[in-house]
């Protein structure tokens, strides 16, 4: 069964940086793309970022390319989101998820097959 498990955020302000984390467990996933969602109510799930096991290529959404940073511990399964100079906008619900790797990145969630449950990240003014 495979589970994404993800941790790291809270309450911080705006100017902080946070660094979320998402374990992976229950296959091998090194053929596959994991990658950061964030949501906020009444919104659609847009892509942050995403990172290919197999080959390491990785993917920003245009917005969030010079703040975050994702990365990889091939050893654990596991990425990461570094956050840094974070701005009340975003404040979101941000989830981990993982996809089959093709050779390029998708930006769709609904080409995403597994879903962590979601950590919530609020920075205030």
């Known amino acids: 069964q495979v589970q994404l498990v993800e941790s790291g955020g809270g309450l911080v302000q705006a100017g902080d940086s946070l660094r979320l984390s998402c374990a992976a467990s229950?296959?091998?996933?090194?053929?596959?793309?994991m990658g950061w969602f964030r949501q906020t109510p009444g919104s659609e799930r847009d892509l942050v970022a995403a990172?290919?096991?197999?080959?390491?290529?990785?993917h920003y959404a245009a917005t969030m390319k010079e703040r975050f940073t994702i990365s990889r511990d091939n050893a654990k399964t596991t990425i990461y989101l570094q956050m840094n100079n974070l701005k009340v906008e975003d404040t979101a619900s941000y989830y981990c998820?993982?996809?089959?790797?093709?050779?390029?990145?998708?930006?769709?969630?609904?080409?995403?097959?597994?879903w962590g449950q979601g950590t919530q990240v609020t920075v205030s003014s």
């Open positions: 990172l290919s096991f197999y080959d390491g290529n990785t």
């Open positions: 998820a993982a996809t089959k790797y093709f050779g390029a990145i998708n930006t769709s969630p609904s080409r995403y097959d597994y």
């Open positions: 229950g296959r091998t996933f090194s053929r596959y793309v």
